[in-house]
């Protein structure tokens, strides 16, 4: 393609920038007027007039589609289209469609619209933006509801009830058979609630100096389904984050008791994530950390759809464990942990 200003014909195929703006995007001259400006018909269908030079450029790498490419071998083709006499039928608008599309110079003339005019095939085109973004986004929720009553579905004609906690005996098991496992008072409730206000000036600081587009993993933010009002913040393994981390590795359930008289009968009060892993790795020795981040839901999001982490494998490749730092109530929306996920069947 070439940047250089040259005069255009009808039939060129160009680059334009649409209203100005900066992208380019692909098309044709479909008429040429006596100001020197431009009609162009858009490879996805729009169509803008009275483009001026400066915001197009030749295409010099344009192929032209199958009919086009026969209507250049083949000049007769037009038939010996009498233009004059289709222009009490057919607007100059779509006598000039017409022209560019044969690749005939017609030597029709468009009167430049108003002011008012190209305002209002702006709002036009915007709004026709707007609708199909609407149609869009109902579409997705459509299929994120669909895709959530199926998994529910699943859950019920599996008889899959709510999941209950498992003492430290059944965790290993559970996880096996069920693909997830519930395990209580792994931390103390104090320290969730000075984590908990840890990380909400830790997000609040980062809203404040990166923009949405911003949030990337290079700058310290995972990506995530459904953004708006949702982020996952990586965090460091240091100060309080640490402590935390360490409480539920290596602390033992009895020192997340408030007192040891809270720790359940026959349970071991020094049994802790640390030991589970061990026997869920069965010795294995490449197991490794692989990310600690917090999943954060303002007021507004919207729900995300059940979805799998990574594809189906005979091992797994990835545990995830989730610690609620807060009570979580009907309005914020219960979390969904789905059994059975670690099956071939359902993750495919």
Not at 213 to 223: D, S, Y
Not at 298 to 306: E, H, I, K, S, V
Not at 319 to 329: E, K, Y
């Amino acid at each position: 393609m070439s940047d250089t200003i040259v005069e255009l014909a009808v039939g060129d195929y160009v680059e334009c920038r649409y209203d100005g703006g900066d992208m380019w995007y692909e098309g044709k001259i479909t008429a040429k007027h006596a100001d020197g400006t431009y009609n162009v018909l858009y490879d996805d269908g729009d169509t803008e007039d009275f483009v001026p030079l400066m915001h197009l450029r030749l295409n010099e790498d344009a192929e032209p589609s199958d009919d086009e490419a026969y209507e250049q071998s083949n000049p007769t083709s037009s038939g010996g289209i009498d233009f004059a006499a289709l222009k009490d039928t057919l607007s100059p608008e779509a006598l000039a469609a017409l022209a560019g599309h044969l690749n005939v110079d017609a030597g029709i003339e468009i009167k430049a619209p108003t002011e008012e005019e190209i305002a209002a095939k702006k709002a036009e085109h915007q709004r026709r933006l707007d609708e199909k973004a609407r149609v869009l986004e109902e579409t997705m929720k459509r299929l994120r509801e669909q895709s959530t009553q199926e998994e529910q579905d699943i859950q019920d004609e599996l008889g899959a009830p709510g999941i209950v906690a498992s003492s430290p005996e059944e965790a290993v098991s559970a996880l096996r058979s069920l693909g997830v496992v519930r395990l209580d008072g792994m931390v103390p409730a104090n320290l969730c609630d000075e984590l908990l206000a840890v990380i909400n000036k830790k997000l609040d600081k980062s809203i404040e100096s990166l923009s949405p587009e911003e949030m990337q993993p290079e700058r310290g933010f995972g990506t995530i389904l459904a953004r708006k009002n949702r982020y996952d913040m990586y965090v460091r393994p240091d100060g309080l984050v640490g402590e935390c981390l360490k409480q539920i590795l290596t602390g033992g359930r009895g020192a997340a008791a408030v007192d040891a008289e809270a720790v359940p009968d026959g349970v071991d009060p020094s049994w802790n994530l640390a030991k589970f892993f061990k026997q869920v790795f069965d010795g294995q020795p490449d197991a490794k950390f692989s990310e600690l981040s917090c999943i954060i839901s303002d007021a507004g999001a919207p729900r995300q759809p059940l979805h799998p982490d990574t594809h189906w494998e005979d091992i797994p490749p990835i545990f995830s464990v989730f610690l609620a730092l807060q009570d979580i109530d009907e309005a914020m929306g219960e979390p969904t942990c789905l059994k059975y996920r670690h099956s071939r069947f359902l993750t495919s």
